[in-house]
């Protein structure tokens, strides 16, 4: 597995404008596999940003991204597809499941572009769905579940192509205490099966869990405080 290395990475919005923001500044940060790390700070302090950046999903203004020994932040677009295809699941803080498909059909969204034997993706998405209890909802469409329910299905769609690394952009922002521990509790079962997970929260369920190896601190735009769980 590949550890994730930043390199005094900066992220400018509006760059030589008068309304300019440095939403990142400077960050220099080794993420290692087969961890969870919780990048924690209030709204605003760049953790979003800095997160789309590790997953591909935006440029670095300056400095490098590396995954393992390739440096990813500076690779034409269809490269980065590809990385982020092959290498990140995504969740995301409103979990982002297509109303009207069903729980089935938003899970195999995101290998359609693979081009995967169907039969052999069916039986992959069949067994997430199992295994994160959801096998009866599979043909629910997605507006019928639970807020539990939903999350639990954006776990099964982030996992599809089977990624190396989980990002999870404020999972817990729309659950309640109970909600939040289970997702914990899923995030566990998945570190035990070897994945890399990084998430960014405001909410100590997260952060405080001993189920997180590493937090990392932010505060506008810059790295505050680097801690490892002494567990």
């Known amino acids: 597995m590949n550890r994730i290395t930043l390199n005094n ?17 400077g960050v220099s940060l080794t993420i290692e596999p087969n961890r969870v790390t919780c990048l924690k700070g209030p709204s605003g302090s760049g953790k979003s940003t800095l997160l789309s950046m590790i997953g591909c999903l935006s440029r670095p203004t300056s400095g490098r991204i590396l ?20 290498t990140f699941g995504f969740i995301f803080q409103q979990f982002n ?10 899970v195999i ?5 693979l081009a995967p034997d169907h039969r052999t993706l069916m039986k992959s998405a069949h067994e997430l769905l199992e295994r994160f209890e959801l096998g009866h909802k599979a043909e629910s469409p997605v507006q019928w579940l639970s807020g539990g329910e939903a999350q639990r299905a954006a776990i099964c769609r982030a996992l599809i192509n089977d990624p190396q690394i989980l990002i999870a952009d404020e999972p817990t922002a729309n659950l309640d205490t109970k909600l939040s521990h289970a997702f914990m509790g899923q995030i566990a ?12 929260s405001h909410d100590p369920v997260v952060f405080d869990s001993p189920v997180v190896d590493s ?11 680097e801690a490892v769980d002494a567990a």
């Not at 995954?67 to 982020?84: A, K």
């Not at 969204?109 to 572009?113: D, F, G, K, R």
């Open 215 to 225: 937090v990392v601190e932010l505060q506008d735009g810059a790295v505050l405080q």
């Open 97 to 106: 499941l297509i109303s009207g498909l069903s729980v089935l059909e938003n």
């Open 9 to 25: 990475v900066t992220k400018v919005f509006n760059q030589g404008r008068p309304n300019e923001y440095a939403a990142v500044r």
């Open 189 to 200: 079962q998945l570190r035990k099966l070897g994945k890399t997970i990084l998430i960014t």
């Open 109 to 113: 969204l995101p290998a359609y572009p």
């Open 67 to 86: 995954l393992g020994e390739q440096m990813i932040s500076g690779l034409p677009e269809r490269f980065l597809t590809d990385i982020r295809r092959h």
